[in-house]
């Protein structure tokens, strides 16, 4: 069965799956539900998730929407912290930090995080491998196209698949290189991060390829824009696509679904996954 280590001796079941509950600690979150400002609302709402399946909670600072700006250190560091130290207190929930700042997962490792989701894939501070691997700790490593503030300006690739593919196999052996081991890295292919609508969509036909790289894939589908491009929805009816594109991504090789509606999520998967479980039983 796959797993991912995690510090302190422990590690997450990734089969059949593994749902992380997003938990924004930011006001301007594209998903304007999943925004807490207040650190105990923040914290229970990741305590909910715990109690509707969530295995990992994922903490943000600041957001990474398209058009978003750039936030200092401090303001993230005084959004985070007290969240994490907060949760701890409450839970032994493996807690991600959504950070690009070594400064801000240095501190979040010292408040009690496990993981290390970083969108710049170790390119804006590659001192976090070191920090990850002292700690050992995971990294998820994602592909990106420009910056949050520019990225969806008309990007564009020759072959949006193919170029993932050598972007994520070289931020993996950039995390090995600084010492993180193998068993210890998740690869994302960045879903909306500088991506057309064709390109998420041939991202996700591909992604058994992607996990021909040889790492376990996290997806982040949760009420993106590209389901409503397809749907026509808005963010907040956005559900139903967010749930077969999970779907979708779960039966092509992803194991870990970043999402805000984790119950949903959960039940989806448990279902689907028994039911292919009773195919490959009686067709052995």
Same mark, same amino acid.
């Given at each position: 069965?796959?797993?991912?280590?995690?510090?302190?001796?422990?590690?997450?079941?990734?089969?059949?799956?593994?749902?992380?509950?997003?938990?924004?600690?930011?006001?301007?979150?594209?998903? @304007? *539900?999943?925004?807490?400002? %207040?650190?105990?609302?923040?914290?229970?709402? +990741? !305590?909910?998730?715990?109690? =509707?399946? /969530?295995?990992?909670?994922?903490?943000?600072?600041?957001?990474?929407?398209?058009?978003?700006?750039?936030?200092?250190?401090?303001?993230?560091?005084?959004?985070?912290?007290?969240?994490?130290?907060?949760?701890?207190?409450?839970?032994?929930?493996?807690?991600?930090?959504?950070?690009?700042?070594?400064?801000?997962?240095? @501190? *979040?490792?010292?408040?009690? %995080?496990?993981?290390?989701?970083?969108?710049? +894939? !170790?390119?804006?501070?590659? =001192?976090? /491998?070191?920090?990850?691997?002292?700690?050992?700790?995971?990294?998820?490593?994602?592909?990106?196209?420009?910056?949050?503030?520019?990225?969806?300006?008309?990007?564009?690739?020759?072959?949006?698949?193919?170029?993932?593919?050598?972007?994520?196999?070289?931020?993996?052996?950039?995390?090995?290189?600084?010492?993180?081991?193998?068993?210890?890295?998740?690869?994302?292919?960045?879903?909306?991060?500088?991506?057309?609508?064709?390109?998420?969509?041939?991202?996700?036909?591909?992604?058994?390829?992607?996990?021909?790289?040889?790492?376990?894939?996290?997806?982040?589908?949760?009420?993106?824009?590209?389901?409503?491009?397809?749907?026509?929805?808005?963010?907040?009816?956005?559900?139903?696509?967010?749930?077969?594109?999970?779907?979708?991504?779960?039966?092509?090789?992803?194991?870990?679904?970043?999402?805000?509606?984790?119950?949903?999520?959960?039940?989806?998967?448990?279902?689907?996954?028994?039911?292919?479980?009773?195919?490959?039983?009686?067709?052995?």
């Amino acid at each position: 069965m796959e797993k991912l280590s995690l510090p302190r001796g422990r590690s997450l079941a990734l089969e059949p799956f593994a749902v992380m509950g997003i938990v924004n600690a930011t006001p301007d979150s594209f998903h @304007a *539900a999943s925004r807490h400002r %207040a650190r105990d609302e923040a914290r229970d709402a +990741a !305590l909910a998730m715990v109690a =509707e399946g /969530a295995v990992v909670i994922d903490i943000g600072g600041e957001s990474t929407r398209p058009g978003s700006s750039y936030i200092d250190e401090s303001e993230e560091l005084e959004r985070v912290i007290p969240l994490i130290e907060a949760l701890r207190r409450e839970s032994d929930v493996p807690v991600s930090v959504d950070t690009r700042k070594a400064a801000v997962w240095k @501190a *979040a490792l010292s408040a009690g %995080a496990d993981m290390l989701n970083d969108i710049t +894939a !170790l390119r804006d501070s590659p =001192e976090s /491998a070191g920090l990850a691997a002292a700690a050992g700790a995971p990294v998820i490593l994602m592909h990106m196209k420009g910056e949050p503030a520019t990225m969806q300006n008309a990007p564009y690739y020759e072959d949006c698949l193919g170029e993932v593919m050598v972007f994520l196999r070289e931020a993996a052996a950039r995390a090995e290189a600084g010492g993180v081991p193998r068993d210890r890295i998740v690869l994302d292919p960045g879903i909306g991060f500088g991506k057309r609508q064709a390109d998420n969509l041939a991202l996700l036909s591909g992604l058994g390829r992607l996990r021909g790289l040889g790492y376990p894939l996290l997806v982040g589908l949760s009420r993106k824009g590209f389901l409503g491009q397809l749907t026509g929805e808005p963010i907040e009816a956005r559900l139903a696509g967010s749930l077969g594109a999970a779907a979708a991504a779960w039966i092509l090789g992803a194991r870990i679904f970043r999402v805000h509606d984790v119950a949903e999520t959960r039940d989806l998967l448990v279902v689907l996954a028994a039911i292919l479980a009773s195919v490959a039983k009686a067709e052995a």
